[in-house]
């Protein structure tokens, strides 16, 4: 059966029953194998070159397709503020965190969105735990999913505020009031407060600063409790975020290395809100898989001492190790984030090893069990597969 097939018709979809009986909602599973296979040419490859007839001499071609998933973990709850300044610009507080995603200019974005300025007028507060509320880290894919709730929470909350001042200044029903442009405007005409004027004028109007706060703590989804007893852990899934790749290998049947020739990623977001940095944390997850696969192992002696501790002898994968990661964002299949968003971080480096794995299978019909797949590994693998023809 071809794989790909064979997946879309195990895939999750909406009112699958998950293993401790929660009823998945918001499956884009499907939708990420047809688009990662589609881009990447799975039918045309097969037709032509795949189930091991992809050879040239001693290289052989193959192509491979994985999936996976991971929970966007919202069991740490976030919070968040906001202010609006007396120059019209917009303090952002947040305890979130940025390791390296750009999750924060999704913050950004989102309180930017709500308030109706650009993102360059918000001033981003974060980290200095002196001041920002509690946040509970950037782990489990949750920051955009979790501290983007309470983001967007605190910017909705002083709206009523903001309001109730430009309703005062323009003499018009509330209503009338929309915010767009750095400005409160009433519908239908050219009239307008700009910001900096509705901040001052909100400290004789609601005696004070325009503020606002909201937070965020997950709900769990509906579960058979049955099923877990035992569990630390309570295993229902967030609005779990999947993804589907698809690898193109080249294999030297000679000397067993394996070289990733093409490489799609689809992942199903919900609704994305910073396009440019779920493409590069797609692109990420990838790269980082790719090494996983074919590259990277901590090596120990017989006193368990690591005998590759640098980055000198521990193998990742560089610009030339690997192709460009064509990313390809899924919407429609909405969580419960911000505007439907979910996670995104660390689905991407569960498919790579499979992927690969699949590719090297397709190419010359032998299955490598070990990760990494170096080349010594995949030449075991090939001499498996001839053992019997050699008796």
Same mark, same amino acid.
């Given at each position: 059966?071809?794989?790909?097939?064979?997946? !879309?018709?195990?895939?999750?979809?909406?009112?699958?029953?998950?293993?401790?009986?929660?009823?998945?909602?918001?499956?884009? !599973?499907?939708?990420?194998?047809?688009?990662?296979?589609?881009?990447?040419?799975?039918? #045309?490859?097969?037709?032509? !070159?795949?189930? &091991?007839?992809?050879?040239?001499? &001693?290289?052989?071609?193959?192509?491979?397709?994985?999936?996976? *998933?991971?929970?966007?973990?919202?069991?740490?709850?976030?919070?968040?503020?906001?202010?609006?300044?007396?120059?019209?610009?917009?303090?952002?507080?947040?305890? =979130?965190?940025?390791?390296?995603?750009?999750?924060?200019?999704?913050?950004?974005?989102?309180?930017?969105?709500?308030?109706?300025?650009?993102?360059?007028?918000?001033?981003?507060?974060?980290?200095?735990?002196?001041?920002?509320?509690?946040?509970?880290?950037?782990?489990?894919? &949750?920051?955009?999913?979790?501290?983007?709730? =309470?983001?967007?929470?605190?910017?909705?909350?002083?709206?009523?505020?903001?309001?109730?001042?430009?309703?005062?200044?323009? $003499?018009?029903?509330?209503?009338?009031?929309?915010?767009?442009?750095?400005?409160?405007?009433?519908?239908?005409?050219?009239? *307008?407060? $700009?910001?900096?004027?509705?901040?001052?004028?909100?400290?004789?109007?609601?005696?004070?600063?325009?503020?606002?706060?909201?937070?965020?703590?997950?709900?769990?989804?509906?579960?058979?409790?049955?099923?877990?007893?035992?569990?630390?852990?309570?295993?229902?899934?967030?609005?779990?975020?999947?993804?589907?790749? @698809?690898?193109?290998?080249?294999?030297?049947?000679?000397?067993?290395?394996?070289?990733?020739?093409?490489?799609?990623? =689809?992942?199903?977001?919900?609704?994305?809100?910073?396009? !440019?940095?779920?493409?590069?944390?797609?692109?990420?997850?990838?790269?980082?898989?790719?090494?996983?696969? *074919?590259?990277?192992?901590?090596?120990?002696?017989?006193?368990?001492?690591?005998?590759?501790?640098?980055?000198?002898?521990? $193998?990742?994968?560089?610009?030339?190790? @690997?192709?460009?990661?064509?990313?390809?964002? @899924? #919407?429609?299949?909405?969580?419960?984030?911000?505007?439907?968003?979910?996670?995104?971080?660390?689905?991407?480096?569960?498919?790579?090893?499979? =992927?690969?794995?699949?590719?090297?299978?397709?190419?010359?019909?032998?299955?490598?069990? $070990?990760?990494?797949?170096?080349?010594?590994?995949?030449?075991?693998?090939?001499?498996?597969? *001839?053992?019997?023809?050699?008796?």
């Amino acid at each position: 059966m071809d794989p790909v097939e064979f997946r !879309l018709a195990n895939a999750w979809q909406d009112g699958s029953l998950g293993p401790t009986g929660q009823t998945m909602k918001g499956v884009g !599973l499907k939708d990420a194998i047809t688009r990662a296979t589609r881009s990447a040419g799975w039918r #045309e490859f097969m037709a032509t !070159l795949g189930g &091991r007839r992809a050879r040239d001499g &001693r290289y052989a071609r193959g192509m491979g397709v994985a999936c996976g *998933l991971i929970p966007s973990v919202g069991i740490h709850s976030s919070a968040a503020y906001v202010k609006l300044n007396e120059d019209g610009r917009v303090v952002l507080v947040t305890g =979130a965190e940025d390791t390296g995603s750009g999750a924060v200019t999704g913050l950004v974005m989102i309180a930017a969105e709500e308030l109706g300025v650009s993102p360059e007028d918000v001033i981003l507060r974060s980290g200095d735990t002196d001041f920002v509320p509690w946040d509970g880290g950037a782990q489990g894919s &949750r920051t955009m999913y979790g501290a983007g709730t =309470a983001v967007m929470r605190a910017a909705r909350d002083p709206k009523e505020q903001i309001v109730k001042v430009a309703s005062h200044v323009l $003499k018009v029903e509330a209503k009338r009031i929309v915010l767009r442009d750095g400005a409160a405007r009433e519908l239908g005409t050219d009239r *307008l407060v $700009k910001y900096p004027e509705l901040a001052m004028t909100a400290q004789y109007v609601i005696g004070g600063p325009i503020l606002g706060r909201g937070s965020f703590v997950q709900d769990f989804p509906e579960y058979d409790r049955d099923t877990i007893e035992g569990y630390t852990f309570v295993p229902s899934l967030h609005d779990p975020t999947y993804v589907a790749h @698809v690898a193109e290998v080249e294999v030297d049947t000679l000397t067993g290395k394996v070289r990733v020739l093409r490489y799609v990623a =689809a992942q199903d977001l919900g609704y994305c809100i910073n396009p !440019l940095g779920a493409e590069g944390q797609i692109q990420g997850g990838a790269v980082q898989g790719i090494g996983y696969a *074919l590259f990277e192992e901590m090596l120990h002696d017989d006193s368990g001492l690591t005998v590759n501790p640098n980055l000198g002898e521990y $193998k990742l994968p560089t610009i030339m190790d @690997v192709p460009v990661v064509e990313p390809i964002i @899924v #919407e429609g299949h909405y969580g419960s984030g911000p505007y439907g968003a979910k996670g995104v971080g660390e689905a991407n480096i569960v498919p790579p090893a499979p =992927a690969v794995a699949n590719a090297i299978f397709d190419a010359t019909g032998a299955r490598v069990r $070990k990760l990494p797949m170096k080349p010594e590994r995949t030449l075991e693998a090939l001499d498996e597969l *001839l053992k019997p023809l050699s008796k």
